[in-house]
């Protein structure tokens, strides 16, 4: 699959079949995250591997929706805002925008292996933080991992002229 089909084919998957993740597309995924640019390179993030299986009751905790919690992996990315870069003229943080581009690596990586995610960002942070239980990381954000059983949804657009205004 191209990189365009992959993007046109992406959609917030809510449905998973009760098959493992191969170990290869898994490593392939990964790889799509190490490779995330990240502001001047320093990589301040973790990507945790969430098995459901293990940790269903904490991750019914972090987000109900049994869909997520019913893939086979939930995969979280998590920010260390001490080890980002910082823009010195008004000391933007740039942890979430780096952690933000890891996961959209991570959900296209999976689209083109034919394997669905979801974003999820309205979760519970508390019950994140003390299930990732780390000093330095904050989660950022979750995705179910899975193959895909459920029907895609259609989401309307903005056209490239509502969005684009050229300068």
């Excluded at 000391?91 to 991570?106: C, E, H, L, T």
């Excluded at 999820?120 to 990381?137: L, Q, R, T, V």
């Amino acid at each position: 699959m191209d990189f365009f089909e992959t993007i046109e084919k992406r959609y917030s998957v809510r449905g998973y079949k009760d098959l493992p993740v191969k170990k290869e597309d898994l490593d392939k995924i990964l790889k799509a995250a190490a490779m995330a640019p990240t502001a001047v390179n320093f990589q301040p993030f973790k990507v945790f591997v969430i098995d459901t299986n293990k940790n269903k009751e904490a991750l019914k905790d972090i987000y109900p929706a049994d869909w997520f919690y019913n893939a086979p992996l939930v995969l979280c990315v998590a920010v260390d805002s001490d080890a980002a870069w910082t823009r010195g003229n008004d000391n933007k943080n740039f942890a979430d925008i780096d952690g933000a581009i890891v996961m959209d690596n991570i959900i296209l990586a999976a689209t083109s292996l034919n394997l669905g995610t979801c974003y999820i960002g309205a979760f519970n942070p508390d019950a994140a933080n003390n299930f990732i239980n780390s000093d330095k990381y904050t989660p950022l954000l979750f995705t179910p991992l899975g193959y895909i059983d459920a029907d895609p949804r259609v989401q309307d657009k903005k056209s490239v002229d509502e969005i684009v205004e050229y300068l």
